[in-house]
């Protein structure tokens, strides 16, 4: 469903071997299969003529602001939502990481400075993610 509805899909490349050493989310992680995920997904974005765009594992997508672009370095996993201590935008932590992912791998491809997601009109979603 995704390769077929989206031409162009990014995703972050996680430390899922750190990830599995955390007790917490040991479990959840080990469960979801992320590299079978992964590669059926690569499939059939080719097979579709689509593409994947796999950003770096150490790209600051969680601790940079989405809406200024400053960095907050000491974020914590345990904290779940951004608040921007430079520009003051507070929401929620994945959302952020997204909005993030998506704009750093359009510029990491010489476009403009967004991703216009499902063809809409570029409107970056709000902290309820409307």
Sequence with gaps: MIAKRYGTVVIE?????GMVRDGSLAKGVTDQGWYQFREMLEYKLEWR????????????????????????????????????GVCGLAIDRDLNAAINIRNMAFQSRGGHSRIHARGDTG????????
């Design 13 to 17: 490349d996680l430390n899922v071997r």
């Design 123 to 130: 409107r970056i979603p709000d902290s309820r993610g409307y």
């Design 49 to 84: 003529g689509g593409e994947l765009i796999e950003m770096g594992r150490f790209d600051p997508s969680s601790k940079m602001c989405s809406n200024c672009g400053s960095v907050k370095h000491g974020f914590k996993l345990s904290e779940r939502a951004y608040h921007c």
